[in-house]
């Protein structure tokens, strides 16, 4: 059966950071940094889903998804990282999974959505190797309590992301801005999935599966400079995660100063600037059961205006923004699923869209909220998914980010991502016209 779900990750919504055990994450760290978030906003209490999550449940059931993706927070299962584990941690998403299934909606967990441990970090974080291991001990607990109920499990969510912005550019946890010698963050998420995976099917989970976060690329112009550097930015993006978890081979990082292993040459060999090392290669692209896929936009790309890197964002115009400034572009979701078939071919798994969605200025009146804006953008997004299964991509779901408004990262509260509306002051809850938008389309989907 088609998946049709809302997405959901543990920072963003939970709230109760200092409950029950939990440990602190990166994200605990950086909201309290002077600086780094808007408005100095936190995710103490988001959306207080830690006690709320009963109502969200009742609230995913007057949806009619039959799935829900929300992530795991490791420091509330293992406090430390690596160690001790935490049973009230583990007793939550017991209580969530047991809740979701007995209200018919499939639970798939994300094991992590960028909220690293801190007592991990403070040992390197993700620039060290062994956090890979550490992250598969860590699967292997959360498994053994709920692999006999959940099916389907996610890894890691957007490991570009999470290497670009919280360790190249450091706009997200854990703040570091390390550019280009952020690539082993990249090599030891991707081990830290195949271990992962390794893990969760020895301790029963039928499916596994990571998502990443695709974006078609569009050269600025025809001009060679444009191409090379659109090219350089596809490998960066997409290539460097799809490829080892779909191939088993790492894509050339030669635009990035970095010599495929063996060749002649200035600058480091792939493997030293990855950290890679012989048979990491065949763990991280053992078999999957589906490829997650996160769409939000395009990105049109430029010959590089200094030499920090090899390419500059010339941003998409032409096309209407989303609150966030995002252009909203919705066959570039059809564009970029046909063009995952087209280079993965027989190696692409059952394709799942994990997430898409956009942020809107919605305001609450006396009437509710009418986000029309969501409701179009849901519909033609949508629309184009079905064009893309019509051209023969084998997609098995679709995800909107978000169920509720939520803590934006950065952005804090400012953007609003949510089917359903949260009062942050009083926590209260009110479904966007979006949101019974989406209850009629599934329900028609599912008769159909
Ligand atoms: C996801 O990341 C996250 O998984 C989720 O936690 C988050 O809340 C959600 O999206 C919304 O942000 O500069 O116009 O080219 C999304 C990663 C990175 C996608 C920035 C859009 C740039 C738009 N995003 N990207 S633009």
């Known amino acids: 059966m088609f998946l049709w779900g809302t ?6 919504i939970e709230g109760a950071v200092a409950e029950d055990g939990r440990g602190a994450s990166v994200w605990d760290t950086f909201v309290h940094q002077p600086g780094r978030v808007r408005d ?43 160690g001790a584990v935490n049973p009230k941690g583990l007793d939550f998403y017991e209580r969530l999974v047991d809740g979701l299934l007995e209200a018919g909606v499939t639970p798939v967990p994300t094991l992590f959505h960028w909220d ?24 292997a607990v959360v498994a053994e309590r709920l692999a006999d109920r959940v099916r389907t499990w996610i890894t890691l969510n957007e490991p570009f992301i999470h290497m670009a912005w ?35 099917r020895a301790a029963g989970a039928r499916e596994v599966m990571i998502t990443n976060n695709c ?22 993006h997409n290539r460097l995660f799809n490829d080892p978890v779909l191939l088993g081979t790492y894509p050339d990082l030669s635009a990035y100063g970095v010599r495929p292993d063996g060749a002649a040459g200035e600058g480091p060999e792939l493997s030293a600037a990855l950290g890679l090392r012989d048979g990491d290669l065949d763990v991280i ?48 979701l059809r564009e970029l699923l046909t063009g995952l078939r087209e280079r993965y071919g027989r190696a692409l798994p059952p394709v799942y869209v994990t997430e898409n969605g956009c942020s809107q ?9 009418d986000d029309q804006g969501r409701v ?23 995800f909107v980010w978000s169920l509720l408004d939520n803590f934006e990262w950065a952005e804090g509260y400012h953007q609003r991502f949510g089917l359903v509306h949260v009062d942050f002051a009083t926590g209260e809850r009110t479904p966007k016209a979006s949101y019974g938008w989406y209850r009629d389309h599934i329900a028609a989907a599912l008769r159909a």
């Open 7 to 12: 997405a959901t990750a543990a920072y963003q």
């Open 40 to 82: 100095g906003h936190t995710g103490d209490v988001a959306c207080d889903h830690y006690h709320r999550w009963r109502e969200d449940v009742a609230l995913m059931s007057g949806l009619g998804v039959n799935a829900y993706r929300f992530s795991i927070a490791w420091s509330r299962v293992l406090p430390e990282g690596s």
């Open 116 to 139: 690293l441990p801190q007592a991990l970090e403070d040992r390197g974080g993700w620039l060290e190797r062994d956090v890979s291991g550490l992250f598969a001990e860590y699967a």
């Open 166 to 200: 919280g360790y190249g550019l450091g706009v997200h946890a854990p703040g570091r801005t390390l550019l280009l010698d952020a690539l082993p963050v990249a090599h030891h998420q991707l081990l830290a999935h195949g271990l992962a995976a390794q893990a969760l």
């Open 215 to 236: 974006t078609p690329v569009w050269p600025a112009s025809a001009s060679e400079e444009d191409l090379a550097a659109a090219t350089a930015y596809d490998t960066l």
């Open 285 to 332: 692209s053992a078999p999957l059961d589906g490829l997650g896929v996160n769409y939000y936009n395009p990105t049109r790309i430029a010959a590089p205006s200094d030499d920090m890197l090899p390419f500059t964002d010339a941003g998409v115009t032409g096309y209407p923004v989303t609150a966030f400034g995002w252009p909203v572009v919705p066959d570039g």
């Open 361 to 369: 200025d919605d305001e609450l009146t006396p009437d509710g909220v």
């Open 376 to 398: 179009a953008y849901l519909r033609d997004h949508i629309a184009a998914l079905e064009r893309a299964r019509e051209e023969g991509v084998d997609v098995r779901g679709y």
